[in-house]
């Protein structure tokens, strides 16, 4: 009922950009926290940005100066532009959103099912 869904993701060269869009759908009574996380082969899921309610943002020392996360609140909506992709930003990309249900009392985490950036060289 409460799901993230993802899309922008696909093949680019280095040097490229892509943005990615996260939207939330269902009967949701708050958005809290919003971020990006990303999960390349034969290693583990790491944080590349995070957004809070209030529009401040954290950043991966790996990616600061050429990702930026923002949010839509109107449309429930995270997104990340990627600009100057690298070769090592090849992963999968998944959305992390604290949201708080309608009747529910407090916010739990979830997750988009991933989206494939693959950047050439």
């Known amino acids: 009922q409460v799901q993230l869904v993802e899309s922008g993701g696909g093949l680019v060269q280095a040097g490229g950009s892509l943005r990615l869009s996260c939207a939330a759908s269902?009967?949701?009574?708050?958005?809290?926290?919003m971020g990006w996380y990303r999960q390349a082969p034969g290693k583990q899921r790491e944080l590349v940005a995070s957004?809070?309610?209030?529009?401040?943002?954290n950043y991966a020392n790996s990616v600061r100066g050429r990702f930026a996360i923002s949010r839509d609140n109107a449309k429930n909506t995270v997104y990340l532009q990627m600009d100057s992709l690298k070769p090592k930003d090849t992963a999968v990309y998944y959305c992390?959103?604290?949201?708080?249900?309608?009747?529910?009392?407090?916010?739990?985490?979830?997750w988009g099912q991933g989206t494939q950036v693959t950047v050439s060289s």
């Open positions: 957004i809070t309610s209030g529009g401040s943002t």
């Open positions: 269902g009967s949701i009574s708050g958005i809290f926290g």
């Open positions: 992390n959103a604290q949201m708080r249900a309608k009747g529910w009392y407090t916010a739990v985490d979830y």
